[in-house]
Every structure is written in C-alpha cells, then in structure tokens.
C-alpha cells in the first residue's frame, strides 16, 4: 500500500503585494512654512532665519502667490556688498536679493521622482505647489528622511 500525505491542500500564495507606505511629496512635506514679503528688509529674514532654524523660504506677494524664494546664499550676497561698499544692510528688500524664476514641485509625485529633481537641479529646497498655490516645501533632507522610512521591500 502506498503512503499518503497528510498535509492536505496547499494555501494559495498571493504573490502580488500591497503597497502601503506613503511615497508622495505630500506625505513628507513641510506645511507650515515661514514665509517673507518682497518688501521686506534682507536684515529681518536673516532674524527670521535664525529664529526658526531655516535656511530659506518662499517669498510671496500681496495676494498669497509665490514670486521668488529667498534663501541664506542669497543673504551672503547682500552681506558680501554690504561690507565692499561699507553700507547698512537694513535699506535692502528681498526683491533685490530672491530668486524669482522659482522652480516647483507638485504635491502628488514620488519621493523617488522628487529625489531625482533635486540631484538634477541641485536645489536645497522645492515649493510645493497644487492647482497653482502653494501647499507646502520641501526639502532634500524631507526626501531622505522618507527614503529611511520605506522598507527594503517597498523599492
């Protein structure tokens, strides 16, 4: 007589997995954010910078719409001539000194894709827009700390 096997059916294996770990932009991103006037002197966003422990934000007009980024190099610039020319630095806008052709970021890409922009333009920091308003920045080290996050399964 024959031995038979007592293990019975075997389970069937889903062998397609869920993704469940947030990869969005959205889901890392900064959301309350600092944020400077162009008619603002270059000496209160470098008290600004120093008070929240940031090193740049978005410089938006009257009307809540983004029109430049400022950042700390963009200060170094203003210091620089300051000193050459032994003038204040207290009579200087951001206007003067912001970055005005912004680059931004959606809020519904990939960390993966994001990471990619930021190695591409080497940028410290990205606005993140939606529907053309701003929603929130961020940054490379907000990408990195995202990649940590995902486990070796979710690449």
């Known amino acids: 007589m024959g ?3 007592f293990q019975g059916p075997r389970a069937k294996v889903d062998v397609k997995k869920e993704y469940d770990a947030p990869i969005l932009v959205s889901d890392y991103m900064t ?5 400077f006037t ?3 002197s270059i000496l209160e966003v470098m008290e600004q910078f120093t008070k929240y422990n940031i090193s740049g934000g978005p410089v938006m007009d009257d009307n809540g719409f983004l029109v430049g980024i400022i950042s700390e190099a963009d200060c170094m610039k203003q210091i620089s001539e300051s000193r050459y020319f032994n003038q204040p630095i207290l009579d200087k806008s951001v206007e003067k000194f912001m970055t005005k052709e912004v680059e931004t970021i959606p809020h519904d890409i990939s ?3 994001a990471a990619g922009i930021f190695d ?3 940028r410290r920091r990205l606005p ?4 053309g308003i701003l929603v ?15 486990t070796g399964h979710s690449w």
């Open 111 to 113: 960390i993966f894709d």
């Open 38 to 40: 162009p008619d603002q």
């Open 3 to 5: 031995i038979k096997s």
């Open 136 to 150: 929130g920045q961020i940054s490379r080290k907000d990408i990195v700390v995202a990649a940590l996050k995902l």
């Open 120 to 122: 591409k333009h080497n």
């Open 128 to 131: 993140v827009m939606k529907d």
């Open 31 to 35: 959301k309350k954010l600092v944020t």
